[in-house]
C-alpha cells in the first residue's frame, strides 16, 4: 500500500507540471500585462516593475525561474498585492474556504448517501419521488442561482441570517454558505447512491443473505451499503474539486474572503503569480483527493489491488 | 404422506409488468416429506423457481404470492419478516445456480458462513469461524484453516458452491432448496458437487427440493419428479414411474427431447475440405501501457485437425479447454500461426481481401442467439447481409426472394422477416442464424455450442435441423459442443480437447463406448452418469 | 410447418416489425413528465428565437425614462407621473403648463407663455418617451397660450426593466438563443471530438488505445474549468472562444463513453458474425457499430446540453461571457444578484427562465435514457 501511494504521488507529478507549464505559458501569449493599467505607469517606474519581477527577460528564463522557486515551495511575489507573497496571500484565505469546503464536503457525502440510501430502500414510493424530485433541483439548479436566491429569501425577505460576511465564522454566516456549495454535490451523491443502491439490492448475494435469515438491517448495511458505495466514491475526487471551484461562486455571493476569489481576481488582473498560485494549489488538491478516493477503494472492496 | 415437511396447496404466483399482469405459477399442489428429494423440472418460464422463491419470500418486488405453503405446520404465505427470518437459513436453506454471483464478492467467505450461525444459533464470532472450518472441510475444501479466510474471487466456481452448501448445512436444516445448482459449472465440477450432495444428504438425512432442466441428473439424484410447464405441475410420480411410464404427453415430449440418432461417417475415400497442421493460438491478457502483469493463455496448443467433406466433427472439452478458439482459428477469425488449407487453397497467410472470397464456404453460427443477431435490424436483413458482400449484383426484391427461401428452409415463417431480433424466441433466433449461414451456400459450418443456451425440446429441433440442412446441401460441419448427448446425436468423428491439447480423438462409436483416455472417462461419467 | 405452403411466386405479405427505436420512440411518448418537458422546451425556445421578431423593443434598446421600473402588466407611464413629465418638458422649453389631462392613450393640454409660442415647440413634448404626435388643436391669446393634443406612448414591461432602462423581456429572449446556441454548438464540438476520438481508440485497440486513453486519463487531471477562465480571461470574450473553450473541455467524457461502447460491440458475436461473413471494416462500422453507438451517445448528448449550458452561465456570471449589450441568462441572472434588495425581478425572471429550461432538459435526458435503455426500470 504505501509503495502504491509513493508511486501515485511520483506520477501526480508529472501532472502537476503539465498544468504549471500549461497555465504559465497560456498567459503569456495573451496579450495585457499586469500592468496595462487605464493610467498608464511612468515609463521608469514601469521599467523598474519590470525588472523586479523578471519581465523584461525572456519568457523561458522566467519559466525556469518560476519552476526552480516552485520546486523550493515559493510562489513568488504578488504582481498587485504587492505587500504579499503568494503563499501569504493564499495561507491567509484558504482556512476559509477550507472551513466552507469541509462542511460542505460532509453534508453533502453524508447527506447524499443516507437520502439516496433511503429513497432506494423506498423504490417508487412517495418518498421515493420526493426525494428524488428535490435531488434533481438541487441537481438542475447551479450554486449561482441558488446561492443569490437563499440570500435574498433569508436575509432580505426573512431577515433571519446575514446577507454575507465572514463574521465570526459562525453556524449563522456559515450556514447558507455551505448549503449553496453543498446541496448540488448533495443531489448528485444521492441521485448515484441510489442507483447503485437499487442496483445492489437486486444482485444476488443479497438474495443469499435474504434467503439465509439476516434481518433487513444487516442486509442493507453490510452487505448492500458498501458495494453501493463504490460508485460514490469514485465520484468523491471531483467533487472535492468542485467544492473548491464552486466556492469561487459562493465566496463572491455571500462576500467571504477565501481563495477562490483570489483566482478571478488576480486572472482578471492579470496577476501571473497570484493566478498560478492557484493553479498548483488545486492541482495538489485535485492529486491529493484522487489518491485518498483510489485507496477507499481498495479499502471498500478488496478485489481492487495495488502493487 | 405421513411426515410431510412441505405442504403446497393452491399456490399461484403474480408479477405486475407495464404489459400487464403475468401469472408465473397457476394455483399449484406440491408436497415434500422429510427425508426425500423431490426434483422440479420444466424448462425455463415454467415457474419452478418463483414457487420456491415465493416459499422463502424472495420474490422480486413486483411478484406476490397468493394459496398456502406450510412449513412443519406453519403458514408461509403472508408470514412477516421477522417470523419469517427465523425459518430462512436456519430451517430451510438455498443454494443458486450462479455460484459466481451468490456470494458477496467484498467479504472473506468464513465471515459470510459464520454470519447466519451467530444469527440463528446466537454463537460467537469465534465458535462460528471454528465451525465455519468444520464445514469447509466437510465439503472437501482442501486446507480449511486457510481457505476460510478467503475472498470468493479467489475461488473456482466448484469450490464456490461447496462454499454455498457449507452455507446451507451450518444451522442443520430440514430442507435445502437448490436451484439448478450444477447448471453454471463444468460436467466434471458437476459431478462432483451432485456427488457431494448425495453424500450429505445420506449423512444427514435432510429433504431436498431439486430444481433442474435436466432430466440426466434428475433422474440419479431424486425420489420423486415434479414436472412443471408454464406455471402448472403437469405430473407427479417416483423416478421410476415417471421414466419408465410417463402419463402426461408434455413429460413423454420431454422425455423423448433427448437426442437421438447417430451419424454416418463419409465414405473414406471423401476428400479433405478443411485442413489445420500445427494450429497454435496464444492470446496475452491484462498488462499495458502502465505495466501490470500480463498473463499468457495459450488457448491451442499444436493441434492438427481434418474435416472431409460431409462430414461432422465434433469438438468436446470443458470451458476453456480451447475448442471455440480452434474453431475460430480454422476460419482465419483469430491470430493463430499453423497451415491451414481449404480445399485445394493455401489460406493460412490469405489477407483479409483474399479471406473474403472463401467466406461464403465456411460459416459460423454461434452459441448466444441473441448477442450475434445485431439488435438494429430486421431478421430478413441479417439473413440477406451476406449476400451484399458475395452476391452484391443482387436487386432488393430478389434477396426478399432469397430471404423468403432461407426463411421457409429453416423452418421460420417468411411473414415475420420484418421483426426484429427481440421479437423471437431463443430457438426462432438461433433458426435465423442458421438462415443467415445457408443462405450463401456454403461448404463448412462450424457451429459453436448453437444448442447450449436452448431448452432440450427445443434443442432437438434444432438438432434435426442441422441434420437435415446437412443431408440436403452436403454441409460438413464442425460442431463445438460441452453436451455430450448432442455431439453424440450429430457427429461421425469426436476430438475431445483439454487445456488446448488434443486429448483424444476417433469415431463417435469408438469415443462413446470405448473411451481409453481417463479425461475421456471422466466426461462421460459426468454426463450419462456410468 | 403448415404455413409455409406458400409458394415463391405467391408475394408474401411480411408482418412489420417493431425496431427498438419504435420502442423506445413509444416509451418516450408515454413518458409524460419528458414529453411535458419536452413541450416547455419547444415554448421556451420559440419565445427566445421568435420572440425578438415580434417583440417591440429591442433588447439593447435604452428607455431613460424608464430605469429599474418593476414588471407591470399595465403600461408604462403610469398616469399620476405624467402631470410631471409634462411639466418637466414644459419647462425644458421654457413655458408653462397651464393644464393637463390624460385620458386613455390621449391628451390634451394647455401650454402658455409671455411671448408667443412657436409651433414648432411641440418638438420638446415628445422628446420624453411618453408622449407621441403632439400637435397644437387650437392658439389663443395671440399665440400666448396653445391647446396641444397628443397620443400617449404607452410602454409594456411585463418584466420590467433593467438598471440601464432596458426592458428585461428581450434581453431573456436573446440571453436564451446566446445560452441555447452555446449548449448546442459547445455539445456539438465535443461530440466531433469525443467520438472521433473514443471510436478509433476504441476500434484501433492495442498500443494506440492504451497511449490515447493515458492522455485523456492526464486530461482529466487538469483542473479545466480554470484553463476555461484563462482562455476567456486572456483572449478575450469572444462568443466563439467560449463555445469552442467548453467544447473542448467536456469531450473526454464522450470519447470515454464512445471507447467503452466500441470495445464491447467489438467483442459482441453479431460484430464477429458480420467479420465471418466477409464484411469489411467500413461495412462493419457502418452497419454494426455505429447504429449501436447512436442510442448512449444521444443520452449522453441531453446530459451534456444542460451542463454546458450550465458552464457558460458560470463564466457569464464571473463576468466572462458574452459583451454587453449581448447578454446570455448567466450574466443576466450575474446582474440580478447584484442589486437584489432593490430589484429583486432582474434576478427572479432570468433564474426562472434558466431553471424551467435546464429542468426540461433533465427530464428529457432522463426520459431517453429510460426509454433507451429500459432495463433501468
Same mark, same amino acid.
Given at each position: 500500500m504505501l509503495r502504491f501511494v509513493l508511486r501515485r504521488l511520483m506520477s501526480a507529478l508529472p501532472t502537476i507540471f503539465i498544468v504549471v507549464t500549461l497555465s504559465f505559458f497560456l498567459m503569456r501569449v495573451a496579450p495585457g500585462g499586469p500592468f496595462n493599467l487605464e493610467r498608464p505607469l511612468e515609463p521608469q517606474v514601469l521599467e523598474n516593475l519590470k525588472r523586479a519581477f523578471l519581465l523584461d527577460q525572456p519568457l523561458v528564463v522566467q519559466y525556469g525561474h518560476y519552476l526552480w522557486n516552485l520546486f523550493h515551495g515559493d510562489l513568488g511575489p504578488s504582481f498587485i498585492y504587492r505587500d504579499f507573497t503568494v503563499a501569504q496571500l493564499i495561507a491567509n484565505s484558504l482556512p476559509y474556504s477550507m472551513t466552507l469546503g469541509a462542511w460542505a464536503l460532509l453534508v453533502a457525502v453524508f447527506g447524499g448517501i443516507a437520502i439516496g440510501s433511503y429513497a432506494a430502500l423506498r423504490q417508487n414510493s412517495f418518498v421515493d419521488y420526493a426525494v428524488m424530485t428535490v435531488a434533481s433541483f438541487g441537481i438542475t439548479v447551479p450554486n449561482f442561482v441558488l446561492a443569490p436566491i437563499l440570500s435574498f429569501v433569508f436575509a432580505v425577505v426573512l431577515h433571519v441570517l446575514p446577507a454575507g460576511g465572514w463574521g465570526d465564522g459562525g453556524p449563522k454566516n456559515l450556514l447558507l454558505p455551505v448549503i449553496s456549495l453543498a446541496l448540488p454535490q448533495l443531489a448528485v451523491f444521492a441521485r448515484i447512491t441510489r442507483g447503485s443502491m437499487i442496483e445492489t439490492l437486486r444482485a444476488d448475494h443479497i438474495r443469499t443473505a435474504r434467503a439465509y435469515g439476516l434481518p433487513t438491517r444487516v442486509v442493507v448495511i453490510v452487505h448492500a451499503m458498501r458495494a453501493a458505495l463504490v460508485p460514490a466514491v469514485s465520484y468523491l475526487g471531483p467533487v472535492a474539486a468542485a467544492v473548491l471551484t464552486g466556492s469561487v461562486v459562493v465566496e463572491t455571493v455571500y462576500g467571504l474572503p477565501g481563495v477562490g476569489r483570489y483566482f478571478v481576481l488576480g486572472a482578471l488582473n492579470r496577476d501571473y503569480t497570484l493566478v498560478m498560485g492557484t493553479v498548483v494549489l488545486i492541482s495538489v488538491f485535485i492529486v491529493v483527493f484522487n489518491l485518498l478516493v483510489d485507496i477507499l477503494y481498495a479499502v471498500l472492496d478488496p478485489r481492487v489491488r495495488y502493487e | 404422506m405421513a411426515d410431510t415437511l412441505l405442504d403446497i396447496r393452491g399456490l399461484n404466483v403474480r408479477f405486475s409488468t407495464p404489459t400487464g399482469d403475468v401469472h408465473a405459477v397457476k394455483g399449484i399442489d406440491l408436497q415434500v416429506s422429510k427425508g426425500e428429494t423431490l426434483a422440479i423440472v420444466g424448462e425455463s418460464g415454467s415457474g419452478k423457481s418463483q414457487t420456491m422463491m415465493a416459499i422463502m419470500g424472495l420474490l422480486a418486488s413486483n411478484g406476490r404470492a397468493e394459496g398456502s405453503a406450510k412449513f412443519q405446520g406453519q403458514e408461509m404465505v403472508g408470514l412477516p419478516l421477522g417470523k419469517l427470518n427465523q425459518i430462512r437459513g436456519a430451517k430451510i436453506t438455498m443454494i443458486f445456480q450462479e455460484p459466481m454471483t451468490s456470494l458477496d464478492p467484498l467479504y472473506k467467505i468464513g465471515k459470510q458462513l459464520a454470519e447466519p450461525m451467530m444469527q440463528h444459533r446466537g454463537l460467537s464470532a469465534k465458535a462460528a469461524r471454528a465451525k465455519a472450518i468444520e464445514l469447509l472441510k466437510l465439503v472437501k475444501i482442501p486446507d480449511p484453516e486457510r481457505r476460510v479466510d478467503s475472498y470468493p474471487y479467489e475461488m473456482s466456481g466448484g469450490q464456490r458452491q461447496r462454499v454455498m452448501i457449507a452455507m446451507a448445512l451450518a444451522n442443520d436444516p430440514e430442507l435445502l432448496i437448490a436451484d439448478e445448482p450444477t447448471t453454471a459449472l463444468d460436467v466434471t465440477i458437476q459431478a462432483q458437487i451432485l456427488e457431494l450432495l448425495a453424500e450429505l444428504k445420506q449423512r444427514i438425512g435432510l429433504a431436498i427440493v431439486f430444481i433442474s432442466h435436466d432430466l440426466g441428473i434428475v433422474r440419479r439424484f431424486s425420489d420423486r419428479v415434479a414436472v412443471m410447464r408454464t406455471g402448472e405441475v403437469v405430473e407427479t410420480g417416483t423416478v421410476a414411474d415417471i421414466f419408465a411410464n410417463p402419463q402426461h404427453p408434455y413429460t413423454k415430449m420431454l422425455l423423448a427431447a433427448e437426442p437421438t440418432g447417430r451419424k454416418a461417417p463419409p465414405p473414406d475415400n471423401a476428400p479433405v475440405l478443411l485442413e489445420g497442421r500445427d494450429v497454435d493460438v496464444r492470446f496475452s491478457m491484462g498488462g499495458g501501457f502502465m505495466g501490470g502483469k500480463k498473463l499468457d493463455i495459450h488457448a491451442v496448443d499444436h493441434v492438427d485437425i481434418r474435416l472431409k467433406e460431409g462430414q461432422t466433427i465434433g469438438i468436446v472439452g470443458e470451458s476453456g479447454s480451447g475448442k471455440s478458439t480452434l474453431g475460430r482459428a480454422l476460419l482465419r477469425l483469430n491470430h493463430g500461426t499453423g497451415a491451414i488449407r481449404f480445399g485445394t487453397d493455401d489460406i493460412s497467410e490469405a489477407s483479409r481481401q483474399e479471406m473474403r472470397r472463401h467466406r461464403r464456404q465456411m460459416q459460423l453460427v454461434f452459441q448466444d442467439p441473441f448477442g450475434s443477431l445485431s439488435p438494429r435490424m430486421t431478421a430478413g436483413q441479417i439473413v440477406t447481409e451476406g449476400l451484399l458482400v458475395h452476391e452484391p449484383q443482387l436487386s432488393k426484391s430478389d434477396r426478399d426472394l432469397r430471404a423468403i427461401k432461407a426463411f421457409m428452409e429453416v423452418g421460420?415463417?417468411?411473414?415475420? %422477416?420484418? %421483426?426484429?431480433?427481440?421479437?423471437?424466441?431463443g430457438g426462432q433466433r438461433q433458426r435465423i442464424a442458421i438462415a443467415r449461414a445457408i443462405i450463401l451456400k456454403p461448404q463448412v459450418v462450424v457451429l459453436d455450442e448453437p444448442t447450449s443456451a436452448l431448452d432440450r425440446s427445443v434443442q432437438k429441433q434444432i438438432v434435426e435441423l442441422l441434420r437435415d440442412l446437412q443431408a440436403k446441401h452436403g454441409l460438413s460441419y464442425l460442431f463445438i459442443s460441452h453436451d455430450l448427448a448432442v455431439v453424440r446425436a450429430l457427429s461421425d468423428y469426436i476430438v475431445v480437447m483439454k487445456s488446448g491439447k488434443i486429448v483424444e480423438e476417433g469415431s463417435t462409436d469408438q469415443i462413446f463406448d470405448a473411451p481409453r483416455e481417463g479425461y475421456t472417462r471422466e466426461l462421460m461419467a459426468a454426463a450419462f452418469g456410468k | 410447418m403448415s404455413e409455409m405452403t406458400q409458394t415463391l411466386n405467391e408475394p408474401t405479405t411480411a408482418v412489420r416489425g417493431i425496431s427498438l427505436w419504435a420502442m423506445a420512440r413509444h416509451r418516450f411518448v408515454r413518458n409524460k413528465a419528458a414529453m411535458a418537458s419536452l413541450f416547455v422546451l419547444i415554448i421556451v425556445a420559440i419565445f427566445s428565437f421568435g420572440g425578438t421578431w415580434v417583440y417591440p423593443h429591442r433588447y439593447d434598446q435604452i428607455f431613460p425614462s424608464y430605469v429599474a421600473v418593476p414588471p407591470s402588466l399595465d403600461p408604462y407611464p403610469l398616469e399620476d407621473t405624467l402631470h410631471q413629465v409634462m411639466q418637466t418638458a414644459v419647462e425644458r422649453a421654457h413655458l408653462r403648463l397651464d393644464a393637463f389631462d390624460a385620458e386613455g392613450t390621449d391628451y390634451t393640454a394647455r401650454i402658455s407663455s409671455d411671448k408667443p409660442i412657436d409651433p414648432r415647440a411641440t418638438r420638446y413634448l415628445d422628446r420624453p418617451d411618453e408622449f407621441d404626435g403632439s400637435e397644437i388643436t387650437s392658439t389663443l391669446d395671440d399665440g400666448k397660450t396653445i391647446e396641444v393634443k397628443g397620443k400617449i406612448n404607452g410602454q409594456y414591461f411585463p418584466f420590467g426593466t433593467d438598471r440601464n432602462g432596458r426592458d428585461l423581456l428581450p434581453r431573456i429572449m436573446v440571453g436564451g438563443q446566446v445560452s441555447i446556441t452555446v449548449g448546442l454548438l459547445a455539445t456539438l464540438v465535443s461530440l466531433i471530438i469525443g467520438v472521433t476520438y473514443g471510436a478509433v481508440s476504441g476500434y484501433v485497440g492495442g498500443r494506440v488505445d492504451n497511449v490515447m486513453m493515458r492522455f485523456v486519463e492526464i486530461l482529466y487531471s487538469l483542473p479545466f474549468m480554470f484553463f476555461v477562465i484563462m482562455l476567456v480571461v486572456f483572449f478575450g470574450r469572444h462568443f466563439v472562444l467560449i463555445f469552442a473553450a467548453i467544447g473542448a473541455i467536456e469531450w473526454l467524457d464522450m470519447a470515454r463513453i464512445v471507447r467503452g461502447q466500441t470495445l464491447s460491440l467489438k467483442r459482441r458475436e453479431f460484430v464477429e458474425a458480420a467479420h465471418a461473413m466477409g464484411l469489411s471494416n467500413w461495412q462493419i462500422i457502418r452497419r454494426h457499430v455505429i447504429p449501436n453507438t447512436i442510442g448512449p451517445v444521444v443520452v449522453f448528448v441531453t446530459v451534456l446540453v444542460p451542463k454546458v449550458i450550465l458552464l457558460e452561465s458560470f463564466l457569464s456570471f464571473l463576468g466572462l461571457g458574452v459583451q454587453e449589450p449581448m447578454t446570455s441568462w448567466g450574466s443576466l441572472i450575474a446582474e440580478g444578484t447584484t442589486g437584489m434588495q432593490y430589484v429583486p425581478w432582474l434576478l427572479i425572471y432570468p433564474a426562472v427562465f434558466f431553471v424551467v429550461t435546464l429542468f426540461a432538459l433533465n427530464f428529457i435526458g432522463d426520459g431517453l435514457r429510460d426509454a433507451l435503455d429500459p432495463k433501468d426500470r
Open positions: - | 421460420l415463417d417468411p411473414a415475420t %422477416r420484418n %421483426r426484429y431480433p427481440h421479437e423471437f424466441s | -
